[in-house]
């Protein structure tokens, strides 16, 4: 084997993990390879954010992630911070700005962090080797050796970067999982997450709202998001459905509260417009084809003053909860993320070494460890990236 093949770390997957990870060992004098499938480095990062990447978030929190163990993620994200994240785009002088909700996007384009990504790793003397097959990985007598194209590569650590199975026709795969397992590390069942969910044929009222959005609050799981929900042909979409999406479970509801912060509007509006219906009361606080949607199912006509006040306020609490009960997910396919992955009972949380196989380490989607939607995901990626790269 020529000596050129010999490396201190092969990094499997060029995305933000494995770029972060790579060029973060390169500084610290290790040699390091990475190897993709694909054409070019940080698809996802190239589309993510509609093309102006929500690279971190500023309320990073160890809470704003779902994971077995919620308290795994906590030791990386504490030592590879979104400010640390910042420091590094504004030393390359990419303008950002807040979006919203400590959302921090790029002014121009999310090419310039995959070139600021690939910078780094020229600055750690990192080899990039792209579009080739990973044929074969193995492990003997501590060294690692993965077999790619018509190649062969020895290190004895390796970096399992290679993401989550969303949007394959990115080129994401199951492989971290698949390799993962062959090593004996446990997978916590991945399913879609942060993904807009289906309504059965039966809500067929909500299916023509296609386009309706509205600012509400979503709740399944136990969790809650005010922001933003969005009806689609399918079902529901928007920043509030694709938040509660990562925490809902098949055959549970969820509940949409319609007007957040409002008591008591139904019954005060008869004291004040008693001759109004609930449609045209509800007309003014929510766009009209929702509001008729959702009159209809109320099914209450007739003026307000015709009501017993017992009956508006059951409307108001109906209207704070609307139990919608989804069918399902539009699937990896369309999530952004995956919740679930390599388990972190086998990983240490400081280095994600695998505890039982010394130089295997896991990093960003791949570890069962996933971020609200809002540039959590990609502080993740960067942390457990930076986090493996000071063990290697
Ligand atoms: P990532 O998936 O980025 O990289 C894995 C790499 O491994 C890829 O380059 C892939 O080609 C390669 N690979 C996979 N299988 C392989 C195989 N078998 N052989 C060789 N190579 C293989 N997050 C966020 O924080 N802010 C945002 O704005 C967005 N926006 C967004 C939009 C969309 C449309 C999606 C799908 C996702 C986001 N995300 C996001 C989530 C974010 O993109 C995601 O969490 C990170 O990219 C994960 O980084 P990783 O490096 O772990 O995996």
């Known amino acids: 084997m020529a000596a050129s093949d010999i490396y201190d770390a092969i990094i499997l997957g060029a995305g933000g993990a494995g770029l972060m990870c790579a060029a973060v060992a390169g500084q610290r004098g290790r040699r390091g390879l990475v190897i993709d499938h694909a054409d ?23 809470d704003r992630y779902l994971s077995a163990n919620p308290h795994f993620a906590r030791s ?44 780094e790793c020229a600055a750690g003397d990192v080899t990039l080797h792209l579009r080739d097959a990973i044929r074969d990985v193995g492990h003997a007598d501590g060294i690692f050796r993965v077999d790619y194209g018509d190649r062969t590569a020895t290190a004895p650590a ?23 397992r062959r090593f004996g590390l446990k997978v ?29 609050v ?16 399918r079902g529901l979409s928007g920043p509030a459905i694709l938040q509660i999406s990562s925490y809902w479970r098949h055959g549970q509801p969820i509940g ?86 390599v388990s972190t009972d086998v990983l240490s949380s400081k280095t994600m070494a695998a505890r039982h196989l010394p130089g295997l380490y896991v990093i960003g989607e791949a570890v069962d460890v996933t971020g609200w939607l809002g540039g959590y995901n990609f502080q993740w990626a960067w942390a457990s990236g930076w986090a493996a790269a000071q063990d290697i």
Not at 109 to 114: E, G, R, W
């Open 40 to 62: 070019e480095p940080g698809k996802k990062i190239l589309i993510s954010g509609g093309g102006r990447c929500n690279f971190t978030n500023i309320g990073t929190a160890p």
């Open 76 to 119: 990386a994200l504490s030592r590879y911070t979104a400010a640390d994240f910042i420091a590094l785009v504004d030393r390359y002088n990419i303008a950002w700005h807040e979006k919203t909700l400590g959302q921090l996007f790029c002014d121009g384009s999310a090419k310039q962090i995959v070139a600021m990504l690939l910078d």
């Open 158 to 180: 390796l970096v399992i970067a290679t993401g989550g199975p969303s949007i394959p026709k990115l080129g994401a795969t199951g492989f971290a999982y698949d390799l993962a």
């Open 188 to 216: 916590v069942e991945p399913r879609p997450a942060l993904v807009p969910l289906t309504l059965p044929q039966d809500e067929a009222l909500f299916h023509a709202l296609a386009g309706v959005a509205a600012p509400v």
């Open 218 to 233: 979503a709740r399944a799981g136990g969790a809650s998001f005010a922001e933003a929900a969005l009806f689609t042909h």
């Open 256 to 341: 949409i509260d319609f007007l957040p912060g409002l008591a008591n509007w139904l019954v005060e509006a008869k004291r004040t417009r008693p001759r109004a219906t609930v449609k045209s009361v509800l007309s003014d606080l929510l766009p009209a084809r929702l509001a008729e949607a959702l009159a209809e199912r109320l099914a209450l006509p007739g003026a307000l003053d015709e009501q017993r006040d017992a009956a508006l306020a059951e409307i108001e609490r109906r209207l704070a909860d609307w139990q919608f009960h989804p069918n399902g997910t539009e699937g990896f396919a369309k999530a952004e993320v995956a919740v679930g992955g």
